[in-house]
């Protein structure tokens, strides 16, 4: 079955810096979810990543799929308070529904 | 629109109870997935349906755990009986089958069984 590992785990940085969260892949992605969780509440999506080498922005958040297609990477510009929460990749190798999910990567911004 | 709606938001129960968790999908979704996350095993898909049909239960932990969807506007999720090891947060999430699979989240059903 296909695992996801992110790295970080959790991270704290500063308000105005940079940031990249990384998640690794046991197989080959079909496709490469990115979701935002705040506490207490469900899963925000934010991006969705198919073709390697593709890279997608949302505001300040950039989420890249490399070439191999067993790795991703989010990318924050110029962190806000807004941006502290759970990230979560997510993955549907048999190009399927069903998702797998890494284990989350928490983000604390301090003012 | 309204988003996914699930009930109870929190649920409080005494080990052995029957417990339902209820979820309503966003209308026109016709996929329908419900996740429990916890800490120690993060979170993990139980069981989807897709134009109410369930399509993979594999995940559902044992036969304590049944889900049913009647209608495209309504599932339940029930667990009988309920045991200390099921508290975790439920959340029920909706899809429209073809396209992207984008998922989109409930705000969770955040279960305690003592």
């Known amino acids: 079955s296909q695992e996801l590992e992110q790295s970080p785990q959790s991270l704290i940085v500063q308000e105005g810096k940079n940031l990249t969260i990384n998640c690794t892949s046991s197989k080959t992605l079909y496709g490469l979810y990115w979701y935002k969780q705040k506490y207490g509440e469900g899963l925000i999506f934010l991006m969705m990543?198919?073709?390697?080498?593709e890279e997608k922005s949302h505001e300040k958040i950039t989420a890249k799929l490399d070439e191999k297609k067993q790795q991703s990477s989010l990318h924050i510009t110029a962190s806000q308070p807004s941006h502290a929460g759970i990230y979560l990749c997510?993955?549907?190798?048999?190009?399927?529904?069903?998702?797998?999910f890494g284990q989350g990567t928490r983000l604390t911004i301090n003012p | 629109d309204a988003g996914v709606i699930q009930s109870p938001r929190h649920e409080v129960t005494e080990m052995g109870q029957e417990v339902t968790l209820r979820c309503k999908p966003i209308?026109?979704?016709?996929?329908l997935f419900w996740y429990r996350q916890t800490m120690m095993r993060g979170l993990e898909l139980l069981i989807y349906f897709n134009n109410n049909v369930p399509i993979d239960d594999s995940g559902m932990p044992e036969d304590r755990f049944s889900a049913k969807m009647p209608n495209a506007s309504f599932s339940t999720l029930k667990i009988q009986p309920s045991e200390p090891r099921d508290s975790a947060v439920y959340f029920c999430a909706s899809a429209i089958l073809t396209g992207s699979y984008e998922q989109y989240f409930g705000p969770g059903t955040r279960l305690t069984v003592t």
């Open positions: 209308s026109g979704h016709n996929s």
């Open positions: 990543l198919q073709k390697g080498g």
């Open positions: 997510g993955a549907d190798s048999q190009g399927a529904q069903k998702l797998v």
